[in-house]
């Protein structure tokens, strides 16, 4: 039974359409088809190997950036469907929202942007938002009329969640709402924050399996430690890592019923009638401000605790300097790249560098590396 929609929500009959026409799919709406074409891209199935928190080699059981664009998409459908948004739409954003992340995480994001601004003054950087519009956009090469994958607007709008006014201004269609200080569709606006409840979540699951964090450090955490309150209670004797699940798994259900709640209340406030209402609206997806705020805690336990531990520094260190050697080898002789990124490199050197490290998996980038300065290797 097709879904019923909100007349609020993302209707794939109103779309604004593709950079370049096409008639419009059999079978399936637009956003389905661009949920497809998302998961046949190369981009996406190089997600498997690319790090989120922990590099792809040092578990089997901790998430990717596949696994996590999953997670998101699950979350972002649930409430979606909760309040009449298109499940479709969401989906294909949150399986989109990553396409552009480099290797190694934002450790690798970081280093290449600076590598773009130091060696490559005037180029923009790089931000791994913009850089999954142009995976979308230019670099999936798989169909005959087009490069990239033709995506509806409202997709695009959603996978470029945030972009300097500076960029915004060259980006048409897509950067016009930093400009004029509008709002995205809701299935946008839910998407992001579907997100942030998909990594904080999987993070102290990772986290504590990992032993980089501890039960005791948990539970300073107020939302943390009040579920895991819960849980002891109602299950004495429980074994400890099962405890750990049940608890993120009852984080993960408030997070999303007042998710749901508190933007169903925003929505019956501001009472949007159509998409365009949404667009000139204040943000109407959100948290509560209880939750806000221990949600923000949280996250900043997890900056202090886990991405900046001394075991993830180590790592994301060496991830940068093997970065930044790769761009450097690249950027003093551009023949050392594979023969497609070279014709880019006669258009612009310095961004088909960085478009060809970023589409590297952790595991690819680490081998290339080691082609490139090991005398005896392969
Ligand atoms: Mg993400």
Known sequence: MPQVLAPYAADPAATRGRRHPEPSPQG????????DRIIHSNAFRRLEYKTQVFVNHEGD???????HSLEVAQIARSVAR???LNEDLVEAISLAHDLGHTPFGHAGQDELNACMREFAPGSGGFEHNLQSLRVVDELEERYGDFNGLNLCFETREGILKHCSLS???????????????????????????S????????????????????????????IFDRHYAEVVARYPGLAERRAITETVRRMINTLIIDLTETTAARIA????????????APPLVGFSAEIRAEADELKQFLRDNLYRHY??????????????????AFLDDP??????????????????????????TDRYAIKEHRRLFLVNDE
Do not use: C, W
């Not at 059981?61 to 696994?67: D, G, P, S």
């Open 28 to 35: 399936r709406t637009e956003f389905q088809r661009d949920r």
């Open 61 to 67: 059981l901790f998430r990717t950036r596949l696994t």
């Open 82 to 84: 909760n309040l009449g």
């Open 167 to 193: 960029r915004a201004a060259q980006l048409g269609d897509v950067g016009e709402r930093f400009l004029n200080r509008t709002q995205p569709s809701l299935e946008a606006q839910l998407t992001n924050l």
């Open 195 to 222: 997100d942030e409840i998909a990594y904080n979540n999987h993070d102290i699951d990772d986290g504590l399996r990992s032993g980089l964090i501890t039960l005791e450090q948990m539970r300073q955490v107020k």
């Open 269 to 280: 406030e501001h009472k949007p009638a159509s998409i365009d209402d949404v667009r000139q």
């Open 311 to 328: 075991r993830v520094l180590r790592m994301t260190t060496k991830a940068k300097r093997i970065l930044r050697d790769l761009f450097k």
């Open 335 to 360: 023949r050392l790249l594979p023969p497609q990124y070279q014709s880019r490199a006669s258009v612009d050197q310095a961004r088909a560098i960085a478009d060809y490290i970023a589409g590297m």
